[in-house]
């Protein structure tokens, strides 16, 4: 990209060819005043603030609108400039109706300091009266109050929606003076397209838009700031924790538009969704259970009862008696120090966590075509795709923050989108191509993919013979699988197909996303296989903007995976077979440690029934409600001789246990998580911790200690130095080199910068290997007494098992319930209408929620979020695993429905 050269105030400046004259002031540390300008929106330059002198040009330049160009000579202050905004500010103030002293935003007002600067009159054109009080479109939601007084109409907010959202929900309606912002018609905010980002508080300048649960809690001024990382999805946004230090409680969160990965765009569960770091349910005192009821109990109790009766355990029955659930909510300290403990203390490989249930195909796959489990490339780079490819991913409402970059790409870059998903997601709307395939037949859609590319001569060829093996294999079983033969166990059309196939191959760099829709299968290792032939086929792995990226589930599980809670490997994914590796972690551990590899979560709740597994510790993990088939789940749970639940609620599962042990949440610790893209970042503590809960960490090491193996640390960093020490991929990482952007894996040593993309001029295996993949059905099909297909995932305004989102009135006025998505003519013949009570029946069990009627959906199948523990979706999914992955088949069961005669 070529570069212009100018001077401003008389500094010399370079900048890239298309920089704004306000952005080239910004890059030199100039300051432009300016209400209407947002780096993420296209500058409308509607405040006029921003106006500045270029030399030889008449009049005065919009400096948010206006390139920069060679030899520019610009003045951004002087007599002339500052009267004018001086004019400027005092006419917004004579429709400024508010004062100032009164307002959350005092002393944090761009337009107050403004004010100031140029030392505006506010009655030079007089004061308008304040309104009267009147329903405005916010008026009955939780998350946002408008107030018209405040409102300056620079209309960011209208544009943020638009432009980044690109969920239309804001306006302008009236005339004149009574112009505001508002909803198509007026109508509700949480009945509009709105979905609670609240991006729209974040970009107004005035306060005219606010958190009501804000309000009245502090001024932005006297808060305490702490930037730490979102505790939910894996997209691993930054943001900001502003905390009243008198009453130790978040008042609100915010981000920045130069934060990475999400440049200061928030979630509704990011933005709204912290009430439960403070929420009076939280856990305060270990607990332990006596004659069935809990009682409170000292920690010195509790830890000497859990030591005891874990030593009892593994005495009389053996180390591999016991299990471990570990955590993706919690940091990767944590996490190393959980699995070292189970171990080293435990004598057992029998450690895993949640990403058993969502994205163990994702690293069985990846690892056996690339030799990493992991998403090849980063977040910023989808906007840049030329195609996008999104196969079992609803990103917009698991995540919506990366959503973002793909409509970037298709409405501002031209990318197109090819979407393959049974419903019409959001993301439809976006798309060139939608591929409407039954839920289980994805190896054939892709196989039939692969078909057309070969056939048809699109594939990379230098490619595949320089950096593959195993193509003739894999070509001779996708010769089977041709549009017309696919399109019958698909239901997608042939002609989509080879559509699909052909905007894929035909692109200079394409980029794969998918998630749990692929991954939940009793075939979701050849699910993931199959995309890394379709990727390798035409030469999109190893490169920029392209590669094969899943999107992590939870703000933590690439880092649990990272750091060895898992049954099979090590930190670092050194298997716990291999000799060398065995040796090296017994050197580092001083413990002799176990060669056999461990069981998965679904095996210790099987083995518990066998009577194998006779005590259990779990770290914020919540199967009685995560788990398929909840009937067996919890019967398991019931059984187990010695349950252990690390918390901080008394959730689904840890009302179960015979002792409980209360932890900080992520606001209250210090730690790192890795993202969905493999960046390490820092999380900070925020504000104190309730009560007598400790750090998850400080928690298992005086376990273990009382065990018999003292494990004792100063503080997080020190567990990250030994981290660092005996995981190569980590081995570059350390708090002082993390920074505020993190550090993306694997860094070697501490010259590394961190690596971008992966297998760039050679896959992590050597070469990339090519898997002949057939075809497989579901292990559980729909027939006469089970017609329907159910499939379960998540929804925009909840996150997994509730036991966070529950705990905001924001989120629960727009989602307080589960319902079961059916198609219109399937409603139709079942005499079902929106809104009815429903049972679904799988051979599993019987749930009763709310129908959903929908033309989104296929005939014959039916869709459930499964967060809820009212009509719980996994009483019905099916425990029948993947063969390699052992992964729950969470996306295909057959079912029933029927409308719930009441009386």
Known sequence: MSEVYLEIDGKKVRVPEGTTILEAASSVGVDIPQLCYDPRVRPMGSCRLCVVQVESQAGLAISCNTEAAEGM???????????????????????HRVACTSCDKDGACKLQDYAYRYQADEERFGRAARRDARPNYASDSEAIVYDRDKCILCGLCVQYCEEVLMAEALTFAGRLGDMQVSTAFGIDLFKSSCVLCGGCIAVCPSGAMVERAAIGKGREKDLIKTRTVCAYCGVGCQLDLSV??????????TSEPDYIPNKGNLCVKGKFGMDFVGHEDRLTTPLIKRNGNFEQATWEEAIKLVAERLNNIKTEFGPDSIGGFSSAKCTNEDNYIFQKFMRAAGGTNNVDHCARLCHASTVAGLARAFGSGAMTNSIDEIKHAKCIFVIGSNTSEAHPVIALYIKEAVVRNGAKLIVADPRDIELVRFARLHLRQRPGSDVALINAMCNVIINENLLDKDFIEQRTEGFEQMAGVVAEYTPEKVAEITSVPAELICEAARDYAKSETASIIFSMGITQHTTGTDNVLS????????????????????????????????????????????????PAKGEKFEKAWGRKLSAKTGLTVI???????????????????????????LNRTRAALEKVDFLVSQEIFLSETAQFADVVLPSFCFAEKDGTFTNTERRIQRIHKALKAPGETRDDWQIICDVSTAMGYPMQYEDAAEIMDEIASVTPIYGGISYDRIGSVGLQWPCPDKNHPGTKYLHKGRFTRGKGKLHAIKFQEPAELPDKEFPFVLSTGRQLYQFHTCTLTRKSKSIQQVSPTGYVELATDDAERYGISDGDSVQVISRRGTVTTLARVTPGIGRGWLFMPFHFAEGPANMLTNDALDPIAKIPEFKVCAAAIKKLVIG
């Open 73 to 95: 000579k610009v003045t951004t202050e002087n007599e002339e400039i500052a009267a004018i905004r001086k004019t400027i500010l005092e006419l917004i103030l004579s429709e």
């Open 244 to 253: 009243d230090s008198k009453t130790n409680k978040i008042v609100k969160v």
């Open 531 to 578: 995309l890394a032939n379709l990727a390798m086929l035409t030469g999109n792995v190893g490169k920029e903007f392209a590669g094969v990226n899943p999107l992590r589930g939870q703000n933590n599980v690439q880092g649990a995976c990272d750091l060895g809670a898992l049954p099979n490997v090590y930190p670092g994914y050194q298997s716990v077979e291999e």
């Open 603 to 629: 095996e210790m709740i099987h083995a518990i029934e066998e009577g194998k597994i006779k005590a259990l510790y779990m770290m914020g993990e919540n199967p009685a409600l995560s788990d398929p088939n």
